[in-house]
């Protein structure tokens, strides 16, 4: 009987021990593969936080998140949007990967980049993305094709209606959003969390805000529409005040789905096992107080790609700790996989280094370095003291940050030394861009089911016009003539029959007109049969009269299948027969492949 219990008792301890084992390893786990949230928003200024002075407007939850954690009080991106939104994604300098434009392919990634998504999923990680992709649309530049398990949001550079928007994008199907788009992102990125709550994720929330059109609900509007604003830009008499108080009342809204995020973090008691960065992509997109900086939004001054970046980990970065070394958002992904205990493969060198031993207080020594900016024919570099500007002005950014006293004369040597750095980065690294280089738009990509083709990566023929000169979120119009036609530059990765659906409008008076969609020798014709013809909108919603497209509903026509072979050449949509006075107004193709 005692040889019995004594079996038992030596069973039980064996138990113990390998629960113990268990827990441990999983405690390792959760210690060695922290969470990672990046948030990003879009046209935000150094100077749209309270937390930086800003006394028009109040964001408690991004301060917050700032003072849990570490500021870097000089962080440093793009100029424009889709540059940096790359070189946080490739941590590269974004001429690297030829992003050279904000529309019409000049904004995809080369393919053989490898993202910050691929590098925490080949790690183990579950991986999302959520809002403004804007590195290309079609697979495999699509974000689906580029790392993350779920994408929810849209591809293009800017969006035409911020309420229940039509054609949003959910791993390449379109789909119909809910409510304000900000609040709609944040709902979708708190339920993934929520889902992949017991292993690691990374999620990439990039909002669209405060980008125009400038829409926010009354809820954010109404507290600003008639306030009194006490702080302006530098040169008061550029500025729009109405438009002022639009981007704030966004800046508001971000403010509280960034907290909606931390609050679910919290739940979840993730907390402490989470690292959450907060920044965005370039200066203010329009001239309002930004801490007496010169220039915004395009500009490769100081006040256009100076921008707040707050990184917080509860338990492993101090809180209220104050970085004052320059850093850029080509160091976010080798930061963030340094922090994660990930090692990086990739073939490409990195322009961008760990930030860890600034954030965990192990810089003893940190080398002194140079970051460059440079869009549209414009190049300047910043080292820790001084900025060289695109006119070979020099300014010394510790006593005089408002760009105020060229030093260029006292200074020749600073000067000169920092101008051969900038033009040597020029000839190495800027000279990668290659307008030229042959990236057709991409239909068929073996591993991906959809292709959708938008108005904005075609090209009118003919009488044919955009609805607007910004591509992104624009519709062609004024087909009225048989001979007019759309095309698009293609590559077909891979032979297959794709279903067609088309999207189009038309008044009655107009309705009949037979059209065409042709590749090489296949083709497909169909007969528009139902008129539609809605009005335009978005300006029911726009606290600022827009410089951007407005947008419509539109009707979905099915075309039938085609067959197209695998190559290069020439994708067009055409017309046959037209009995009124015009084609159609066009917004988009959506290719679904239907064998393999």
Known sequence: MKAKKRKYKNIFCSL?????????????????NPNVVVILSDDQGWGDLSI???????????????????????????????????????????????????????????????TIAQIFGKAGYSTAMFGKWHNGTQAPYHPSTRGFDEFYGFTSGHWGNYFSSLF????????????YLEN???????????????????????????????????????????????????????????????????????????????????????????????????????????????????????????????????????????ISEIAADIDLLPTLADLAGIKISSKKTLDGKSLKPLLLGNSNIWPSRLLYSSWAGRSSVRSQKYRLDDKGQLFDMENDPGQLYNIAKEKTDIAQTLYDSLKEWQIN??????????????????????????????????????????????????????????????????????????????????????????????????????????????????RVERQESYVKDWKLKELGSIHLDKGIGTLTLGATHMPGAQVMDFRLLMLTRVNN
């Not at 113990?16 to 060695?32: A, P």
């Not at 003072?67 to 962080?75: E, L, P, V």
């Not at 949003?168 to 409510?179: Q, T």
């Not at 008639?226 to 702080?231: D, E």
């Open 429 to 542: 690294v800027l000279s990668e861009i290659n307008r030229n280089a042959d990236r057709p738009f991409t239909i068929g990509y073996p591993d991906f089911k959809y292709t959708l083709l938008p108005a904005r990566d075609g090209s009118g023929h003919g009488a044919i016009e955009r609805s607007n000169r910004w591509p992104n979120s624009s519709f062609f119009t004024h087909w009225i003539n048989v001979s007019d036609k759309i095309t698009w530059n293609v590559d077909v990765m891979a032979s297959g029959d794709f279903k067609v659906e088309l999207y189009y409008t038309c008044p009655k008076k107009d309705i009949g007109s037979t059209i065409e969609l042709q590749f090489g020798k296949s083709k497909i014709t169909g007969k528009l049969t139902e008129a539609f013809d809605p009005p335009l909108r978005g300006m029911e919603n726009d």
């Open 168 to 179: 949003l994008d959910h791993n390449g199907k379109l789909v119909k959003g809910k409510g």
């Open 16 to 32: 113990i021990i390998v629960m113990c084992f268990i827990t441990t390893t999983f405690s390792q786990r959760i210690i060695t």
């Open 52 to 114: 930086n002075g800003n006394k028009n407007l109040n964001t408690p939850n991004i301060d917050s998140q700032a003072q849990s954690g570490a500021i870097f009080k000089y962080f440093y991106v793009s100029p424009v949007c889709s540059p940096t939104r790359a070189e946080f994604l490739t941590g590269r300098y974004h001429a690297r990967s030829n992003v050279y434009s904000t529309s019409t392919g000049g904004e995809r990634m080369d393919l053989d980049e490898t």
């Open 184 to 322: 709609d992102l944040t709902n979708r990125a708190v339920s993934f969390m929520e889902e992949h709550r017991e292993k690691p994720f990374f999620v990439y929330i990039a909002y669209n805000t405060p980008h125009s059109p400038m829409q926010v609900s009354d809820r954010w509007w109404n507290k600003f529409k008639n306030k009194k604003l006490t702080m302006f830009n530098r040169d008061p008499e550029k500025e729009d005040t109405t438009f002022t108080k639009a981007a704030l009342a966004m800046c508001e809204n971000l403010d509280w789905n960034v907290g909606r995020i931390r609050n679910k973090i919290a739940e979840l008691g993730l907390t402490r096992n989470t690292i959450v960065v907060y920044l965005s992509d370039n200066g203010p997109n329009s001239w309002r107080w930004n801490g007496g900086m010169k220039g915004k939004k395009g500009s490769v001054d100081e006040g256009g790609v100076r921008t707040p970046c707050f990184i917080e980990w509860p338990g492993k970065i101090k809180a209220g700790e104050k």
